[in-house]
Nanobody, 125 residues
Framework: VQLQASGGGLVQAGGSLRLSCKAT????????MGWFRQAPGKERELVAS????????YYQDSVKGRFTISRDNARNTVYLQMSSLKPEDTAVYYC???????????????????WGQGTQVTVSS
């Protein structure tokens, strides 16, 4: 399993970025996909996650209304559109996959069955 994240960078506060994560080596449609982030000195936290068909999503309170997670099952790719970025959004962002094991499942917390390598997002004030 390989999750390749991209799209991070340096942006001014109020700006936007779009992260992408391409998955290979797994049956993409059978996985919940999510984005975590980890800021220096802080624990890794779940930012957003999305169910198998892309119709339901979970968002951490601090990003609701600013971030949008989506997925393209035909391309085995999950996205995180980030808008109105704040300096406190600065972190390394990781994509993750959880294999769906039951018919009814929660979108959070995520186990993190597979992880991407992380992409740095830096928001300047």
């Amino acid at each position: 399993v390989q999750l390749q994240a991209s799209g991070g960078g340096l942006v001014q506060a109020g700006g936007s970025l779009r992260l992408s994560c391409k998955a290979t080596g797994l049956w993409f449609q059978s996985n919940v996909m999510g984005w975590f982030r980890q800021a220096p000195g802080k624990e890794r936290e779940l930012v957003a996650s999305i169910n198998a068909n892309g119709r339901n999503a979970y968002y951490q309170d601090s990003v609701k209304g600013r971030f949008t997670i989506s997925r393209d099952n035909a391309r085995n790719t999950v996205y995180l559109q980030m808008s109105s970025l704040k300096p406190e959004d600065t972190a390394v962002y990781y994509c993750a996959a959880d294999k769906i094991r039951q018919i009814i499942y929660d979108l959070h917390p995520m186990r993190g069955d597979a992880w991407g390598q992380g992409t740095q997002v830096t928001v300047s004030s």
